[in-house]
């Protein structure tokens, strides 16, 4: 008799804190469970959404595992599934875990809440609405403010023929170690990003040339290495050296490194969302306490003034942003923050200068007599020469346009300062050609025995 099988979507989200664990061992450990059941339709993803939301953990990430199985286990997945993260939360007042059972295709009204996951602030309520208004399975703990997020990871299912994506390979510690200082060799960092090169991304930050795939948390994971393809992780891992045991690995999809959300977003100005649109500089740019730099900006779609900032944590891109004077256009890239009444600041993520405006300085002629640069000789008095006594009463001031060292282009923080969902400079030189299926390979996920 030929086996049913049925397609299940599993999406999770917000079991870990500030303080501790991680979404992406969740599902790992779940994904182990389920190897003895199902067949993997698709690698793990890991959907990281709206980075603006202020209630996020760290990444603002969430988790969806799509798989085959015959329909008599089904019951008994959703109960070990709902019943594992019961019991393997992190217990934080902050924490608000929430597991989400979709069977079959996802459906469109999941995937449009997706879209607006990434760009917008939604409210649990939606959320839960939506679960009941679709009959979905669902489990919660505390508010439910994770049936956002394991909504949102469900209906983003980076189809090859539609989104970009990429891979990250996340290494875990065994429970002994976490808390402990993370030990991985720095010199074997910089050798797998030389020879993978282009085709991982961020694992060096490029201003300190430091490595930055080590998270610094009490988190399980060791360390993560994003790249193109899954197979170049598998080979990323035989080259970075550790001086502790790695107690399992797994490969998830992501939209890490894609401007994803950029992609739906617009000059719209609310509270907490992401923000794309051509901005003309109105004040010359200025450093506050704290190493941020801001300048005013007037929205060329509506007209509106408001604030722009580059935080101190992007680094040498605030020299960048520090070059801009008014008149001055840029693409801004970012997320709309209120950090006074009324007063709406957009966080820069990225920009493109798409124009800069030509400067002008006002001279005192040259004597004509001896060459050194005359002085005002009064108010229409017109300018006099100090050396040699030269003056002249119908001379003006010389118009003479200023050298602007910035350019125009692409302008992205480095490496380090990035956020997850920002499409870094190396990306930018990969003709991305997707196969329409995606085909996991052999040894994606691996639990070291030992």
Partial sequence: MTKSFIQLHIGIDDTDSLSGNCTTYVAARIIEYLSNFVKFSDYPRLIRNNPNIPWK?????????????????????ISFIFNYIKDNHEHDINTNPGCVIIKGEVPLLVREFSKRALISNIKINEAKELIKDLNLKSFHIGNGRGLIGALAAL????????????????????KENIGKKRLVSEESVHLMDKELY??????????????????????????????????????????????????????????????????????????????????EVQTKPTTILGGHVFFKGKILDSGKIVDVAAFEPTKKFRLV??????????????????????????????????????????????????????????????????KCGYKDRNSKKIRETVYRELKKGLYIPPAGSQRHL??????????NSRENKIVLINNWWRKNEN
């Fill in 57 to 77: 953990t760290r990444g603002n990430g969430a988790i969806a595992i799509s798989f085959k199985v015959e329909e008599k286990y089904i019951d008994e997945i």
């Fill in 155 to 174: 209906g983003n299912e980076l189809k090859p023929s539609e989104e970009d994506f990429t891979y990250e390979l996340l290494t875990y510690r065994r």
């Fill in 198 to 279: 282009p085709f991982v991304f961020n694992n060096i930050d490029e201003e300190k040339n430091k490595s930055i795939i080590a998270p610094a948390g009490k988190d399980p994971v060791l360390y993560g290495i994003r790249g193109e393809n899954a197979e170049i992780l598998l080979k990323a891992l035989k080259i970075v050296k550790t001086y502790e045991e790695i107690e399992r690995y797994c490969i998830f999809r992501t939209n890490q490194g894609t401007d994803q959300h950029f992609k739906f977003a617009s000059s719209k100005i609310e509270k907490y969302s992401v923000f794309k649109g051509e901005i």
């Fill in 321 to 386: 942003v520090k070059q801009l004077l008014p008149n001055d256009r840029i693409i801004a890239f970012g997320g709309v923050q209120v950090f006074q009444e009324n007063v709406f600041t957009i966080q820069l993520e990225k920009m493109i200068v798409t124009h800069v405006a030509e400067q002008y300085k006002e001279l005192s002629p040259l004597c004509p007599q001896c060459g050194k640069r005359m002085t005002s000789a009064g108010f229409s008095k017109g300018h006099k020469c100090k």
């Fill in 422 to 431: 920002v499409k870094p400079h190396r990306r930018y030189s990969i003709e």
